[in-house]
């Protein structure tokens, strides 16, 4: 299997990768002159005559579900691959060699990836991460920093950033993952070759599900069909009944707002929906978090007995990790729910259009049918702006029962 193989839908994308993890490979192998060698971090991205050589710098960009992490992840396997095949040709990323693997689950002691579950990345973390990023590889062919979430850096810590991607040591390549452009600073993203993936298609991720995941074909599809194509939300979707559950009763909004109390009533059940997944995501994993704290720090296993003394601190530091990623796990649940509202009105959209793009939600193809015919699609566009203007309010921090609320009732007005 190699490394490309969860690259679902983006074989342009792959195409470039690979062709840069062999021009790597051929700079660290000392390629005779003439062969691609690594350009500088402030090579154009547009630049024709640099499209399969490699850089130090690079940003992934696309949709929620597009595979931006998976392909920051592949990249960063096939520039560690040592697999033997590489003499007669082969291009990196086999996904069996040593490198390859310990990279994919997360192991390779030149490979950091960083995927924050809170709100921020911080000035403090990233210069650590800078810090990482000086250093010649230990055991591997590159230095490799995975940042998922480019997109959360604060702006100190952008700024921080941007001072090592300007200036990189030889041997160390930075893979920046991020929504769009427009989410990471221009000065950032000038010094980077930029690569924009799209949506899977549905059969892709399909097939990925039952080739992978081992799930029904039929269970395969209809998750990818309700998904969109986010690959991590099919899965979910087709493994995890509760994730089911929480999809239908969002889809049965639009038929809960003919009134004013319906629409509130609709809001509030929204957010202690997500409130409740932040909820049992902490009971899942915040007690054996503490408890494994405490046990390091030197307290009696079973939470028996007081904490040693100057421990107060560090158990404080975690306390507020876990509220801070208990804020952003509801925030994430309650963006799922409105871009599953989003595709709804999509569907309402394309039906009264006479459009004859598959529904995304046929299951609930009645519910869709309701709507479609007693609305018009200028009133289905307001409807969609105004659940985008609810994910943009959420983002600035706007408290979400009020941002639920303001949109619930746009809704209702059409």
């Known amino acids: 299997m190699a490394v490309w193989d969860d690259l679902v839908g983006q074989e342009r994308v792959g195409a470039q990768l690979t062709a840069a993890a062999g021009a790597a490979a051929a700079a660290v192998d000392g390629a005779p002159a003439g062969a691609s060698s690594p350009a500088s971090p402030a090579s154009p991205a547009s630049s024709a005559s640099s499209a399969s050589s490699m850089t130090h710098a690079w940003l992934f960009t696309g949709p929620p579900g597009s595979g931006r992490a998976t392909a ?3 990249f960063a396997a096939a520039l560690q691959c040592v697999s033997p095949d590489r003499a ?20 390779h002691a030149d490979v950091e990836i960083v995927a924050t579950d809170l709100l921020t990345i911080g000035v403090k973390e990233t210069r650590e991460l800078v810090r990482r990023s000086s250093l010649s590889p230990a055991v591997g062919r590159w230095q490799v920093i995975v940042l998922e979430d480019a997109d959360r850096l604060t702006e100190g810590a952008a700024n921080v950033l941007l001072k090592a991607i300007e200036e990189p040591a030889p041997r160390t390549v930075w ?10 600073l221009p000065t950032i993203r000038s010094r980077c070759r930029t690569l924009t993936l799209r949506t899977p298609p549905v059969a892709a991720v399909a097939d990925l599900l039952v080739r992978r995941d081992g799930i029904d074909p039929a269970a395969a599809a209809d998750a990818a069909r309700a998904s969109g194509g986010h690959i991590d939300r099919a899965r979910r979707l087709a493994t995890d009944e509760r994730a089911r559950t929480q999809r239908t009763a969002v889809l049965k909004v639009p038929l ?22 932040a909820k049992q995501r902490a009971e899942e994993g915040d007690a054996q978090e503490t408890e ?23 158990m404080k530091d975690l306390a507020d990790r876990q509220k801070r990623r208990s804020t952003r796990t509801q925030r994430d649940s309650l963006d799922l729910a409105l871009t599953d509202l989003t595709g709804f009105y999509r569907d309402v959209l394309a039906l009264q259009l006479g459009s004859a793009t598959p529904l995304a939600n046929e299951d609930v193809r009645e519910s869709v049918d309701r709507v479609a015919r007693d609305s018009s699609p200028e009133a289905t566009l307001r409807r969609i702006e105004a659940v985008l203007a609810c994910r943009r309010a959420l983002a600035r921090n706007v408290a979400p029962l009020l941002a639920v609320e303001a949109m619930t009732l746009s809704l209702r007005a059409g």
């Open 175 to 184: 893979l920046l993952c991020a929504p769009s452009l427009e989410d990471v």
């Open 72 to 74: 920051a992840r592949a």
């Open 88 to 107: 007669l040709g082969a291009p990196p990323g086999c996904g069996f060699c040593e490198g390859c693997h310990t990279t994919l689950v997360g192991t």
């Open 256 to 277: 809960r707002i003919d009134d004013i109390g319906g629409a509130l009533r609709s809001a509030q059940d929204l957010v202690d929906t997500a409130a409740e997944a």
């Open 292 to 314: 494994e704290l405490r046990t390091a720090l030197g307290a009696a296993p079973g939470g028996a007995g007081r904490m040693p003394r100057g421990t107060a601190g560090a």
